[in-house]
């Protein structure tokens, strides 16, 4: 574990973003993380009843200062025989977004490092989700000693407490009392967390008297100046093996699901499944193409996009998973800020084990100059790869300003530039109405053309996860030494 003071925490940023702080929400099963993380960011940003298979982040404002907040699946925990009827007759007593059975950990499960990276550079406070609903068991303790030790040495200073579902306690009944009647195991969690703790009632956040958020981040300010203003950072060696573990399995993982998928072609079965991360410069309309898509208005239209969002839906009989970015600037990769690069990584990071095809969305309105090509190339081969051109496809927006003229009369007349764009995509490219989400008949033949290009890429079926872009430093040491912006290493020049 490495701790970092939070003074260059903003840097150069201070005077353009409110000061920031930074929540891990760690927990078991039926804990209550995901209303939590809602409560805290004051809306319904994650979406609760269902189970929580990836690391979400969602980002909102206190009292002026930026709070991220990422919500992480459960925890794993490995009941005895004996204590699983007496889990099972608490289930249904507690808010939160995971739902009984729960099925053995996959190759999907997420460990908490994904987590903390994703609120970079490293959170200021971890909080250890518990429900005063369920009884709180030795094993219930391992797994979140477990848990933290995920992350490295020296967890338990930036840890707190949180409990959900203080109102099911009796009448009369505190927190405090609760803690010391519930059992060794618990109070061994609260003291090992420094004796710090704090509670939640999660069905009377919209209250007007309700001030559990505030004295929550109250809380997190005293630990905060505790520590002397250092927040929490992963070890970079801890990041590198559980990456590497994961591409073992992951790769074992494919090749069992490309055996799934040719069964389930010949005989039926669960729906397929499709990343795609929406990448171009600003303004051009990536949250319009995800809403089209996904075939509803998941992302938020007509404003700049801040942060990455991640949203899912069945389209055409596939499981769709889109990840909207922030815009890159059009005129160089150095103008766009260093966070937007990183953004834009992370984002990919969001599609585990890797998107299958990044979507590089141009509006059919643009004119692509030799400027704008270079500088888009650029962006995509110095955060994805040089491999990243056989995982991209032009995806042309405002598809109604064509009228009845045909596309590929379109890409004639846009020159020499954007042709030249799309052989560096193999030219793989589709258009879309992005006016009228759900009702665009083309989406399922953009799927098609996806499926395809999947099919070319044999065994690189997707663009895999790289550790750097994991980092907070990414591939960026400082600002000082940023990539060249005309793109000197693309073939198509």
Not at 15 to 41: C, D, F, M, V, Y
Not at 224 to 243: A, P
Not at 458 to 464: E, N, R, T, V
């Given at each position: 574990?490495?701790?970092?003071?939070?003074?260059?925490?903003?840097?150069?940023?201070?005077?353009?973003?409110?000061?920031?702080?930074?929540?891990?929400?760690?927990?078991?099963?039926?804990?209550?993380?995901?209303?939590?993380?809602?409560?805290?960011?004051?809306?319904?940003?994650?979406?609760?009843?269902?189970?929580?298979?990836?690391?979400?982040?969602?980002?909102?404002?206190?009292?002026?200062?930026?709070?991220?907040?990422?919500?992480?699946?459960?925890?794993?925990?490995?009941?005895?025989?004996?204590?699983?009827?007496?889990?099972?007759?608490?289930?249904?007593?507690?808010?939160?977004?995971?739902?009984?059975?729960?099925?053995?950990?996959?190759?999907?499960?997420?460990?908490?490092?994904?987590?903390?990276?994703?609120?970079?550079?490293?959170?200021?406070?971890?909080?250890?989700?518990?429900?005063?609903?369920?009884?709180f068991t030795d094993n219930q303790r391992r797994a979140a000693e477990e848990q933290l030790g995920a992350l490295g040495g020296g967890t338990w200073r930036y840890s707190m407490v949180l409990f959900t579902g203080v109102d099911k306690l009796p009448q009369g009944v505190f927190i405090e009392e609760h803690i010391a009647n519930t059992g060794e195991a618990l109070q061994w969690l609260v003291e090992r967390c420094g004796s710090r703790y704090h509670a939640f009632d999660n069905i009377q956040k919209d209250t007007e008297e309700n001030t559990q958020v505030p004295e929550l981040m109250e809380k997190v300010e005293e630990m905060?100046?505790?520590?002397?203003?250092?927040?929490?950072?992963?070890?970079?060696?801890?990041?590198?093996?559980?990456?590497?573990?994961?591409?073992?399995?992951?790769?074992?993982?494919?090749?069992?699901?490309?055996?799934?998928?040719?069964?389930?072609?010949?005989?039926?079965?669960?729906?397929?499944?499709?990343?795609?991360?929406l990448l171009g410069w600003k303004g051009v309309g990536k949250s319009s193409v995800g809403n089209s898509i996904l075939g509803r208005r998941y992302f938020e239209s007509g404003q700049e996009t801040e942060l990455c969002l991640r949203r899912q839906a069945l389209v055409s009989g596939r499981r769709i998973t889109i990840v909207d970015t922030p815009g890159w600037d059009w005129f160089s990769v150095r103008r766009t800020p260093k966070r937007i690069r990183q953004e834009s990584q992370r984002g990919a990071a969001l599609l585990r084990p890797g998107p299958h095809t990044l979507l590089l969305v141009l509006p059919v309105v643009s004119s692509l100059t030799a400027r704008k090509r270079r500088t888009l190339l650029a962006h995509i081969e110095t955060l994805f790869g040089d491999s990243a051109c056989l995982h991209t496809m032009v995806l042309f927006s405002c598809g109604d300003w064509l009228g009845r003229t045909p596309i590929e009369e379109h890409i004639l007349r846009g020159g020499r530039e954007l042709q030249r764009l799309l052989e560096y995509c193999g030219n793989y490219y589709h258009v879309l109405d992005s006016k009228t989400p759900g009702k665009d008949r083309s989406v399922s033949v953009l799927l098609d053309k996806i499926e395809e290009m999947i099919r070319e890429?044999?065994?690189?079926?997707?663009?895999?996860?790289?550790?750097?872009?994991?980092s907070e430093e990414s591939s960026y040491s400082s600002d000082n030494t940023e990539p060249e912006d005309d793109c000197r290493g693309c073939q198509l020049q």
């Open positions: 574990m490495a701790a970092v003071s939070s003074a260059s925490d903003t840097g150069d940023l201070r005077g353009r973003h409110p000061p920031e702080r930074r929540l891990l929400l760690l927990g078991g099963p039926q804990s209550g993380k995901t209303s939590t993380a809602n409560t805290i960011l004051g809306d319904q940003i994650f979406e609760a009843g269902t189970e929580t298979t990836h690391s979400n982040v969602g980002q909102t404002e206190i009292y002026g200062r930026r709070v991220t907040v990422v919500d992480t699946p459960p925890w794993a925990i490995l009941t005895d025989p004996g204590e699983d009827n007496e889990v099972d007759n608490n289930d249904n007593a507690a808010v939160e977004s995971d739902s009984p059975p729960r099925p053995p950990p996959s190759l999907d499960s997420e460990g908490p490092c994904m987590g903390a990276i994703l609120c970079p550079p490293g959170p200021h406070t971890i909080l250890l989700v518990v429900s005063v609903t369920q009884p905060i100046t505790d520590n002397q203003g250092w927040y929490f950072e992963v070890n970079e060696l801890i990041l590198l093996e559980e990456e590497q573990a994961r591409r073992a399995l992951e790769e074992e993982r494919m090749r069992m699901e490309e055996h799934a998928r040719q069964r389930d072609q010949m005989i039926g079965g669960p729906p397929r499944e499709l990343r795609l991360l890429n044999g065994d690189k079926a997707f663009l895999p996860i790289q550790t750097e872009w994991l």
